[in-house]
């Protein structure tokens, strides 16, 4: 089943449908059109926050879904689904796939990565598992845990990871290179000709968020120019 679900994703567009609570589009019933919209324009996925997001998505858009749950714990920098508990509920609302943090910050609690996918194993084998890394060794040690999916997420925000204002591509070519497990790219990708790179690079597939579903984010990008123009004129 998960094994098919990755087939349809290859070569294809993935969108990341994401608000948070600070965020004008921030709603179940937001991120529900936008996946909706998504699918009409072609995206073979969709990735999307929270439970209640993963729910009201599902009612209204039949594409594969990868869920994942930020949440902050006291002891740890790692909020993308940090623990069993947010894998647990992101699987019930219906996600085929869950996003965790497969970097090598310290997780909650003092858990070990291996420890944490064995768990998600055992209590969701029916779920696909994506590790978000940051680096090359990360993905390189989570593709030896058996995941699904690896994806450069995380690369630009851990301290130790490149940090740059473009997509790691060069992480996606050296994971990609190995030939190992589908490598997804991911992380401030704004154009489709950087979407083509990142597939000459050899990822299976593309995930854009920010540069279709952030409209704020979108708006100010155009209005920066207009700003700089009129400093220049
Ligand atoms: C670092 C982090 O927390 N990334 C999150 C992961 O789910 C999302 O906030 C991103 O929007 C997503 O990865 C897509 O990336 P971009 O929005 O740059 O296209």
């Given at each position: ?24 589009l ?27 997001d ?7 858009c ?20 940090p623990?069993l ?12 796939f ?5 970097t ?17 194993r ?21 593709m ?6 690896v ?6 925000y851990?301290?130790h ?8 591509i ?23 000709e ?34 700089s ?5």
């Amino acid at each position: 089943m998960i094994q098919k679900l990755i087939d349809q994703m290859a070569g294809g567009l993935v969108v990341s449908c994401q608000a948070l609570d600070n965020e004008p589009l921030y709603g179940p019933e937001h991120m529900a059109v936008m996946a909706a919209a998504a699918a009409e324009g072609g995206a073979v996925a969709i990735r999307a926050n929270t439970p209640q997001d993963v729910r009201a998505i599902k009612r209204k858009c039949g594409l594969p879904l990868i869920g994942l749950y930020k949440k902050h714990y006291a002891d740890s920098d790692v909020y993308i689904t940090p623990t069993l508990s947010e894998v647990k509920e992101i699987a019930e609302a219906g996600a085929e796939f869950v996003a965790v943090d497969a970097t090598s910050l310290p997780r909650p609690g003092g858990q070990s990565l291996e420890d944490f996918i064995a768990g998600i194993r055992e209590a969701c084998p029916q779920v696909g598992i994506v590790a978000d890394v940051s680096t090359f060794e990360e993905g390189v040690a989570a593709m030896k845990l058996g995941v699904d999916l690896v994806s450069s997420t995380l690369s630009g925000y851990t301290p130790h990871s490149p940090q740059q204002a473009g997509p790691d591509i060069e992480l996606v070519r050296r994971l990609a290179e190995l030939r190992e497990t589908p490598v997804l790219a991911e992380g401030r990708i704004w154009t489709p000709e950087e979407c083509e790179a990142c597939l000459q690079a050899g990822a299976h597939s593309v995930v854009v968020g920010t540069a279709i579903t952030r409209p704020q984010l979108i708006t100010r990008r155009f209005v920066n120019v207009f700003q700089s123009f009129k400093a220049s004129n």
